[in-house]
């Protein structure tokens, strides 16, 4: 693959039959290690919906990106999202806006089949741009009850949370990376 192929030749399109092998050694690859590429081989067999889009080149995958369900553990009206996580590019392939295509992407296809709050822990100067806003200020958090500023929400419609509060539950899986 050559590094001067321009945006318009990048396809991102739902997983396919046969990617599940090409999706793990482009996590592998993109991450310092192997855990999420072994979460989203673990995730696969447990998961629905399973929203899990590829960037391709030609009919190679470059990119990918998966949204899970989570809870959102509300004491008075528990309610589920989607979460986001995790999105890898292939090395080579970064920084040409592949990553935000896959957000994009991502988010509309969530919107599309009818998820409308949406969750990512992540790096904290790249998801504000796709309208993700910190969770702790909205009473939601990861893990532990307190500020991270790494981990967002978006609302895809006005309102979609409803005001709801509360640790927001990944599958289990994701305790395990
Ligand atoms: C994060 C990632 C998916 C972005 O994909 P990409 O195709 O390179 O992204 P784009 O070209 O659309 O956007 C590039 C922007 O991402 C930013 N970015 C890339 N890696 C980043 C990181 N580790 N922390 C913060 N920002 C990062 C770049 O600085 C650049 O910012 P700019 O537009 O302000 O210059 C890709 O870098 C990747 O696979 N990284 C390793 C895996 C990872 O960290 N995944 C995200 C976990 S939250």
């Known amino acids: 693959m050559r590094r001067s192929e321009s945006i318009a030749e990048i396809k991102i399109i739902p997983e396919r ?8 050694a482009v996590n592998a690859s ?19 919906p399973w929203i899990s889009l590829v960037a391709t080149v030609d009919t190679d995958v470059v990119g990918h990106i998966l949204f899970t369900p989570v809870d959102i553990q509300d ?21 040409r806006g592949i990553g935000s295509a896959l957000v994009r992407k991502g988010l509309s296809n969530c919107e599309a089949t ?10 904290t100067n790249y998801y504000p741009r796709f309208g993700f806003e910190p969770a702790w200020p909205r009473g939601l958090y990861f893990n532990t009850p307190e500020p991270n500023p790494a981990f967002f929400v978006l609302e895809l419609q006005p309102a979609a949370l409803g ?13 395990d990376v």
């Open 30 to 48: 993109a991450f310092a290690t192997h855990g999420e590429a072994e979460l989203v081989a673990k995730l696969r067999c447990d998961v629905t």
């Open 75 to 95: 004491d008075e009206r528990p309610g589920t999202a989607i979460a986001l996580a995790p999105v890898a590019v292939l090395p080579e392939h970064q920084n």
């Open 114 to 123: 009818g998820e409308h709050v949406v969750f990512v822990l992540g790096h």
């Open 163 to 175: 005001g709801r509060r509360g640790e927001v539950r990944y599958h289990r899986h994701f305790y």
């Open 17 to 24: 039959p046969g990617d599940a092998e090409s999706i793990y």
